[in-house]
């Protein structure tokens, strides 16, 4: 690669990407490849599902497969991230290669979001456009680097991602209402409110403890960036977790009032 490439990510800031520009293209190529594939097997594995699909709705089927194997990657690896021990005695500026491989695939998935959300914005909106613009850059300005410790946290948000593309998804198969469809509901809610609710509010609190510990050496676009990100994410948490709690009670109210009458009679 052309050295003044080189130079303008250190003018950027964004040093450590020149080890890792191409994992990040190779993760919106492969992303772009899930899409593809998703095309070719969903409506042979789904074909009564995709008979009624119109429109926008086998592009949205795709997406959805693109984010929930987006999902359970980064996942993994952050937890590994956890336990980087290195990356645990400097929280904020540390830096190493597996943490930025994950935020590589994490960058490559929303550049390719990104270009989706563009393509589409008459079916998903222009929320959707600056969704995918915000997410790319938190993680492209890890690539200081800055607080990769941390990353993983908001990166463990996906866990509770994947079960709503499943409920998603069961809606579309037909298994609306459906038992399994209940317990990935319950599953749904205790990996919200596990993972985004209660350990990232925690984390996000030490982590901006950890920052303003060394705010002369953070740039004011990282304060921006960081902060209105972390701030918008942390209130939609609690206002997403209220509205799914009430979407179950709407979607199972005779389920449960069933089981209350089974009880009572065994009583």
Known sequence: MNASFYQLLDQLSLSTLKYHWQSVLISAMFFTIVYEISRILSPVLFPKTFQFFKGYNAPN???????????????????????????????????????????????????????????????????????????????????????????????????ST????????????????????????????????????????VMSVKMWIDVYAVKDHVPLRYWIVYGSANFATSCLNFWWFSRMIKMLRKRFPQQHQQEVVTIKEKQ
């Not at 209940?182 to 990996?191: A, K, P, R």
């Open 162 to 201: 994947i079960f709503l593309n499943f409920h998603w998804f069961m809606d579309k198969i037909g298994w609306s209402g459906s038992r399994i469809q209940l317990i990935n509901g319950v599953v749904l809610l205790l990996t919200f409110f596990g993972a985004r609710v209660v350990f990232g509010t």
């Open 61 to 159: 089927w795709h997406i959805h497969v693109v984010s929930t194997v987006h999902c359970i990657a980064v996942v993994v690896g952050s937890f590994f991230i956890l336990f980087d021990n290195s990356l645990e005695h400097d929280r904020v500026f540390g830096y190493t290669k597996w943490a930025a491989d994950i935020y590589s695939i994490s960058c490559g998935y929303f550049l390719w979001d990104t270009i989706t959300a563009i393509y589409f914005y008459k079916d998903q909106g222009i929320s959707m456009v600056l969704h995918g613009i915000a997410s790319f850059s938190v993680f492209i300005f890890s690539f200081r680097p800055f607080v990769n410790y941390y990353g993983a946290i908001f990166l463990m948000y996906e866990l």
